[in-house]
T-cell receptor
């Protein structure tokens, strides 16, 4: 089974802190994604990557950056956390096969910024 | 991406078939229909997808109308563990990465 592992299920950080959210997948997928999920707003795409060292902005990239140094790992970075970044963060990966590869999600990381 | 419309919530009795509708009247010819679900406090889980033919797997069946303007996800024998939010998404696999846009979904409650 595909496994997408997010480093922390729950984090509490202070405003202004630098935050790293790590995601690792074990199925050699090319594509990786970071979403955030908020009540009433659904899942919104922050960044995605279709290859090592490649990244593309999603719908809400402001305040975030990403790093993909290895194929299996995709990191989301909050350079200076703010209270409006309190959210559930979801990492996903997919294998592109030309026929519509499905996304496999991690369990999520719930971040609270105080 | 084509917009989808789903009921906000539905109820179904345990052991019965749960039929979840989705309207996607502006779907394009090369867009697939995907279904995901999200159980409380977990990440979304892929269920099934299709283009124009009906599809079935171990989790569910997907019925797409002939004009492709709507579809129905069928859970044949719903259990309490099927209580979740179900998302219907349409997407054309024309890019290297699968950028799926999730709407509000249908909150399905299975009652004992």
């Amino acid at each position: 089974d595909v496994k997408v592992t997010q480093s922390s299920r729950y984090l509490v950080k202070r405003t202004g802190e630098k935050v790293f959210l790590e995601c690792v997948q074990d199925m050699d997928h090319e594509n990786m994604f970071w979403y955030r999920q908020d009540p009433g707003l659904g899942l919104r795409l922050i960044y995605f990557s279709y290859d090592v060292k490649m990244k593309e902005k999603g719908d809400i990239p402001e305040g975030y950056s990403v790093s993909r140094e290895k194929k299996e790992r995709f990191s989301l970075i909050l350079e200076s956390a703010s209270t409006n970044q309190t959210s559930m963060y979801l990492c996903a990966s997919s294998l592109w096969n030309g026929l519509g590869g499905e996304l496999f999600f991690g369990e999520g990381s719930r971040l609270t910024v105080l | 991406d084509a917009k989808t419309t789903q009921p906000t919530s539905m109820d179904c009795a345990e052991g019965r078939a749960a039929n979840l509708p989705c309207n996607h009247s502006t779907i394009s010819g090369n867009e697939y229909v995907y279904w995901y679900r999200q159980i409380h406090s977990q990440g979304p889980q892929y269920i099934i997808h299709g283009l124009k033919n009906n599809e079935t797997n171990e989790m569910a069946s997907l019925i797409i109308t002939e004009d492709r303007k709507s579809s129905t996800l069928i859970l044949p024998h719903a259990t309490l563990r099927d209580t979740a939010v179900y998302y219907c998404i349409v997407r054309a696999p024309i890019q290297g990465a699968q950028k799926l846009v999730f709407g509000q979904g249908t909150r399905l409650t299975i009652n004992p």
